[in-house]
């Protein structure tokens, strides 16, 4: 790069402070200079797998994660995998992933869980969204009932989304649970 005028060349200096990198920059002011710290020193871990493979659609890495003993409720952007398979639309992945063992109460950065994106998510079909939902609450997901909240809008959503068989299978679930609760 090109230097600059006050001895800093164009892309700044690099120089590690107290075991954390920062770059030092020219500043607008004659004979000031600005520092900026690129690394914090917290180690990041790299995202799931998993997740990685069930948000791209990418089936075959998606085994071979799972098959190398990475756990099914692996994360990417706060998203736990099963929920990103769903909000993909990827009704095979998610079933696999809960027959993997994934959680069905994790819930992603929204606060939403895997049964509202069964919902939620525009690109699965009606007919997985509701495959995936009997599987859920199979494993033990829960549908709120009538006078809790949360209840009507997920019945309401489905509908909404054109989601008959999947409206259905949450009232029947919405249904049972407060039969059994009074």
């Given at each position: 790069?090109?230097?600059?005028?006050?001895?800093?060349?164009?892309?700044?200096?690099?120089?590690?402070?107290?075991?954390?990198?920062?770059?030092?920059?020219?500043?607008?002011?004659?004979?000031?200079?600005?520092?900026?710290?690129?690394?914090?020193?917290?180690?990041?871990?790299?995202?799931?797998?998993?997740?990685?493979?069930?948000?791209?659609?990418?089936?075959?890495?998606?085994?071979?994660?799972?098959?190398?003993?990475e756990s099914?409720?692996?994360?990417?952007?706060?998203?736990?995998?099963?929920?990103?398979?769903?909000?993909?639309?990827?009704?095979?992945?998610?079933?696999?992933?809960?027959?993997?063992?994934?959680?069905?109460?994790?819930?992603?950065?929204?606060?939403?869980?895997?049964?509202?994106?069964?919902?939620?998510?525009?690109?699965?079909?009606?007919?997985?969204?509701?495959?995936?939902?009997?599987?859920?609450?199979?494993?033990?997901?829960?549908?709120?009932?009538?006078?809790?909240?949360?209840?009507?809008?997920?019945?309401?959503?489905?509908?909404?989304?054109?989601k008959l068989?999947?409206?259905?299978?949450?009232?029947?679930?919405?249904?049972?649970?407060?039969?059994?609760?009074?």
């Open positions: 790069g090109r230097q600059m005028s006050d001895g800093i060349g164009e892309g700044g200096i690099d120089f590690v402070l107290e075991g954390r990198a920062v770059v030092a920059h020219g500043s607008e002011e004659p004979g000031a200079y600005e520092c900026v710290q690129i690394d914090d020193g917290v180690h990041v871990p790299a995202p799931s797998r998993v997740a990685m493979a069930a948000w791209k659609g990418m089936r075959p890495e998606l085994e071979a994660a799972l098959d190398a003993g099914a409720d692996g994360v990417y952007q706060g998203y736990p995998a099963l929920s990103l398979a769903i909000l993909r639309g990827d009704g095979d992945a998610a079933l696999r992933l809960l027959s993997a063992g994934a959680r069905v109460d994790v819930v992603g950065p929204t606060g939403d869980g895997p049964i509202a994106h069964c919902a939620l998510s525009r690109t699965l079909s009606d007919e997985q969204a509701a495959a995936v939902a009997r599987e859920l609450l199979r494993r033990g997901a829960t549908v709120p009932v009538v006078d809790e909240p949360g209840a009507e809008s997920l019945v309401a959503l489905a509908l909404d989304r054109g068989l999947l409206a259905s299978v949450l009232a029947d679930a919405a249904g049972a649970r407060a039969k059994a609760q009074g």
